[in-house]
């Protein structure tokens, strides 16, 4: 599955402030579905190391001004947020998803998450709150660190009456994972380790991030060459969903695998 990412903000690193407009967030929104995504993936507060907090009434006054049209017009869509109030609206709206780079860290929303039937992304990330801030965590401990991260989180959100069916895990990517490209390398490689302790869905996103780009803009030809590779390894190694930026090379590289047998 892919989920096609759609930034309804001012400040994200890849696309900032494209697509903030509703008319222009929502004709992106059709051309990512047309071109191969399955979900759209959005976001209305940035969560880069250089964005700056936006109040969960902007953030829903972002969403409100988009999501009824989409749909109408049948996209199934995901909510990228770690406000509560927002996850609550947006529980409320009736998404297909909710995607939260702190994993559900909030317990007084767990009785409304067990109500509901969306599916909920699971995102680790080595800090516990606010945008990602690049820490720096040595290359051998982030395995277990994300491991123990959905051991706890797994167990809480379960206890609380979440099917296990309904989760989602998502390592984090990126600085999600600490300063050092190194770790975010070591989580890749590490994806059937990661799909065989839990044997729930994953979902991986490196599309244009930081340590695919060598110091290059995130839509440099070369990046997204870069996010091809580091997407089609992802899926080698058992990553069920796909979050990316273009959806089109992914789903067409996608399909190439599928026909040589490199992935079901």
């Not at 994972?177 to 070591?186: I, K, V, Y």
């Not at 996010?227 to 067409?252: K, N």
Request: glycine share 10%; hydrophobic share 45%.
């Amino acid at each position: 599955m892919i989920f096609g990412i759609l930034n309804v903000t001012d400040d994200s690193f890849s696309d900032g402030g494209r697509f903030l407009e509703a008319g222009a967030a929502i004709a992106q929104a059709e051309a990512l579905a047309a071109a191969g995504a399955d979900v759209i993936d959005i976001g209305a507060a940035s969560s880069n190391p250089k964005a700056a907090p936006v109040p969960p009434e902007v953030e829903i006054a972002r969403l409100a001004a988009i999501l009824p049209a989409l749909k109408a017009k049948g996209l199934k869509v995901s909510i990228d947020t770690f406000s509560p109030p927002v996850q609550r609206w947006a529980l409320a709206e009736g998404v297909d998803f909710l995607n939260d780079i702190h994993g559900f860290p909030d317990d007084a929303l767990y009785p409304e998450l067990a109500k509901s039937p969306c599916g909920l992304v699971v995102m680790h990330m080595v800090q516990e709150e606010g945008v990602a801030v690049g820490m720096d965590v040595p290359t051998s401990e982030i395995f277990a660190r994300v491991t123990r991260f959905f051991d706890h989180r797994i167990a809480a959100l379960t206890g609380a009456g979440v099917a296990r069916s309904r989760l989602i895990l998502d390592p984090g990517m990126g600085f999600f994972l600490g300063r050092d490209p190194a770790n975010s390398f070591e989580m890749l490689r590490r994806l059937p380790e990661l799909k065989a302790r839990y044997g729930l869905p994953l979902l991986v996103s490196v599309s244009r991030k930081s340590f695919l780009r060598g110091g290059q803009p995130p839509d440099a030809p070369a990046v997204l060459g870069a996010t091809l590779a580091a997407e089609f390894e992802a899926a080698a190694g058992g990553a069920d969903i796909l979050r990316t930026h273009a959806p089109g090379p992914l789903r067409s590289g996608l399909n190439i695998l599928k026909e040589l047998g490199k992935i079901r």
